[in-house]
């Protein structure tokens, strides 16, 4: 499954975000969805659990807040 913001490649930024020890903190990065929550899955298998994959922040490119919050893909 894929999500789209429909937008051009680049407008958007998704971090992939996850909890390490009561922290929030950015597993991954990527230009589209489906990049981050990819990155983000290996991330939180490579840390045998001590990483936590939450969710995926997208914000705007040359923006410091975030415009929306989707759910990671199961």
């Not at 996850?18 to 290996?42: F, I, R």
């Not at 840390?47 to 969710?55: A, P, T």
Request: charged share 30%; proline share 0%; with cysteine.
């Amino acid at each position: 499954m894929s999500i789209n913001i429909q937008s051009r490649l680049g407008d958007y930024l998704y971090l992939a975000m996850g909890n390490c020890n009561g922290h929030k903190v950015v597993m991954a990065v990527g230009y589209t969805y489906d990049y981050a929550d990819k990155k983000a899955k290996q991330f939180e298998e490579a840390s045998q659990g001590k990483v936590k994959y939450i969710d995926i922040s997208v914000v705007k490119s040359g923006d410091k807040e975030k415009c929306k919050t989707l759910e990671r893909q199961v």
